[in-house]
């Protein structure tokens, strides 16, 4: 299957601060998204993108898909205790089926 | 509005029982899937279902099966429970398969935490 990877594995941050993760594929996406596991929970999206350039927020959150289209990136600015969760980027080559996730970046703020 | 519904919560399965996930989401989705997650890995699809009574399957399918008979429900059987199946599994819906123009993402359940010892 396609390998992601995400950097990094975890952060460890002060409330206030801004945070930015980023994920990279071997193979060149057309749709990337973000997601967002509490823990015991199941994944809820965060931001969708489509093509390569775009930048979109959402509250908080800004994600953009890199031009190379192999890899995207994730930034919350002003983090809040509520952030705290495992982040996972997941991505989709031409039309088929299946996305790829990718291994997460643990968050936690601290307050 | 429940969304995706799994049950049960948390399973402990001897090796070689079987046991079957359920999962029922009552938002007339027409795709279904099951991922796996293992600790300090992604999620990894298993199968999944574009309709009743189609099912295909994902990036690791064996030692597991899924049937499809109503558009509500997709369960996931493991006929003969290894240790390797030890993992959080979650189901999960869309409407249509991430249709861009609507922007359509997936809802998943909260999970099931199978143990097999």
């Known amino acids: 299957g396609q390998q992601l990877n995400q950097s990094p594995q975890s952060m460890f941050i002060q409330e206030g601060e801004d945070v930015s993760m980023n994920c990279t594929s071997s193979s060149i996406f057309n749709t990337w998204l973000w997601y967002k596991q509490d823990p015991g929970e199941g994944p809820v999206l965060l931001i969708a993108l489509y093509k390569a350039g775009e930048l979109t927020s959402n509250g908080r959150l800004t994600a953009q898909f890199g031009i190379t289209r192999k890899d995207s990136f994730l930034n919350i600015s002003a983090s809040i205790p509520s952030d705290v969760g495992i982040y996972f980027c997941a991505g989709r080559s031409g039309t088929g089926n299946q996305f790829y996730f990718g291994t997460g970046t643990s968050l936690t703020v601290i307050p | ?117």
């Not at chain 2, 009574?53 to 899924?66: C, L, M, R, S």
């Not at chain 2, 409407?95 to 359509?104: A, E, G, M, P, S």
Request: net charge positive.
């Open chain 2, 1 to 117: 509005n429940a969304g995706v519904t799994q049950t049960p919560k948390f399973r402990i399965l001897k090796i070689g029982q079987s046991m079957t996930l359920q999962c029922a989401q009552d938002m007339n989705h027409n795709y279904m899937y099951w991922y796996r997650q293992d600790p300090g890995m992604g999620l990894k699809l298993i199968y999944y279902s574009v309709g009743a009574g189609i099912t295909d399957k994902g990036e690791v399918p064996n030692g597991y099966n899924v049937s499809r008979s109503t558009t509500e429900d997709f369960p996931l059987r493991l006929e003969l429970a290894a240790p390797s199946q030890t993992s959080v599994y979650f189901c999960a819906s869309s409407l249509v398969h991430f249709d861009v123009r609507t922007n359509y993402g997936y809802t998943f359940g909260s999970g099931t935490r199978l143990t097999v010892v």
